[in-house]
């Protein structure tokens, strides 16, 4: 199983990005996925998370009313829409797959054994 993070890049506050997630070699649409991110000297943090029917999403406190995850799972692809991105937003997004089909969304990192290699973000103040 692969997971492809792209979209990531150079913006200033305010601005927005779209980050978008291909999952291959596997299942995608039977999977919670989630997006976390690390920035600079600190640890993974969850960002958000969205059920394999994409019936439940959950976000993090700090991204709550700017970000929105969605799906397409006749394209294998989640897609994080990040708007009014703020400079404390700067990091490297990171997509993951759930471990176990049909699982609810977790926070945990330890629920998630597919990850993909990561896409920098860096807003501008």
């Known amino acids: 199983v692969q997971l492809q993070a792209s979209g990531g890049g150079l913006v200033q506050a305010g601005g927005s990005l779209r980050l978008a997630c291909v999952v291959s070699?596997?299942?995608?649409?039977?999977?919670?996925m989630s997006w976390f991110r690390q920035a600079p000297g600190k640890e993974r943090e969850f960002i958000s998370t969205?059920?394999?029917?994409?019936?439940?999403?959950l976000y993090a406190d700090s991204v709550k009313g700017r970000f929105t995850l969605s799906r397409d799972n006749a394209k294998s692809t989640m897609y994080l829409q990040m708007n009014n991105l703020k400079p404390e937003d700067t990091a490297v997004y990171y997509c993951?797959?759930?471990?176990?089909?049909?699982?609810?969304?977790?926070?945990?990192?330890?629920?998630?054994?597919?990850w993909g290699q990561g896409t920098q973000v860096t807003v501008s103040s």
């Open positions: 070699g596997g299942t995608f649409s039977t999977y919670t």
């Open positions: 993951a797959r759930k471990r176990g089909m049909y699982g609810l969304g977790s926070q945990r990192l330890n629920d998630y054994d597919y």
């Open positions: 969205i059920t394999w029917s994409g019936g439940t999403t």
